[in-house]
């Protein structure tokens, strides 16, 4: 069974604009990781956040976690069409076994 | 990607058949896994690999092995390939023993059962 949840699953902006994406999960984790897929190529590792950590950042991503919502979010300022791909989040609740969603498909139009 | 490649890229079998996937890391981690990755989805777990010779069933097990007799290894058999697991299959790999380290992934072995 899925833990992690992706929504949307698919979303489309502007170049510029920002993108917002959700995880939700079902149990507690030890950590939650987020990660980008171009199409027909394997995931790329975007951050890691620890399940006592609320927020971190890198560039130009942002993401927090909320524990006692079971949630987390991504988000992508000021976007490219570089940034169109799918986007993954997964939980590692048991030891090193990290469960993935089914992805949230962005789109950026130039 | 940089430290992981998996072979073959792609490939085509037949049903009945057996087929073994390779995954190869001069990253000397500790940990491997094997996800499958089917249209429109996220990827599950098959098998995951705590150091040689020490491996453990994931959430879709069922019709594959592993095995891992060095540490830069990591074999995938599927032991009569069905239709069913015609899908991409990634191979990844994580350092450190705290388990709060991402996962470097492999470029995917696209399999085709016919």
């Known amino acids: 069974s899925q833990q992690g949840e992706e929504d949307p699953q698919a979303l489309s902006i502007q170049e510029g604009e920002n993108a917002t994406m959700n995880c939700s999960y079902k149990t507690s984790i030890n950590n939650l990781q987020w990660y980008r897929q171009n199409s027909g190529r394997g995931l790329v590792h975007l951050i890691l956040i620890r399940s006592n950590e609320r927020e971190k950042h890198s560039g130009r991503l942002r993401v927090t976690l909320d524990t006692s919502k079971k949630s987390s979010s991504l988000l992508i300022t000021a976007s490219r069409a570089a940034d169109t791909a799918s986007y993954f989040c997964?939980?590692?609740?048991?030891?090193?076994?990290?469960?993935f969603g089914d992805g949230t498909t962005l789109t950026v139009k130039p | 990607d940089a430290g992981i490649t998996q072979s073959p890229r792609h490939k085509v079998t037949e049903t009945g058949t057996p087929v073994t996937l390779r995954c190869h890391q001069t990253?000397?981690?500790?940990?491997m896994y094997w996800y499958r990755q089917d249209p429109g989805h996220g990827l599950r777990l098959i098998h995951y690999?705590?150091?040689?010779?020490?491996?453990d069933k994931g959430e879709v097990s069922d019709g594959y092995s592993v095995s891992r007799s060095k540490t830069e290894d990591f074999l995938l058999t599927l032991e009569s390939a069905t239709s069913s697991q015609t899908s991409v299959y990634f191979c990844?790999?994580?350092?450190?023993?705290?388990?709060?380290?991402?996962?470097?992934f492999g470029s995917g072995t696209r399999l085709t059962v016919v």
């Open positions: 990253e000397n981690h500790r940990y």
């Open positions: 690999s705590y150091g040689v010779k020490d491996t």
């Open positions: 990844a790999i994580s350092g450190g023993d705290s388990h709060n380290y991402g996962y470097t």
């Open positions: 997964a939980t590692d609740a048991n030891a090193g076994k990290s469960t």
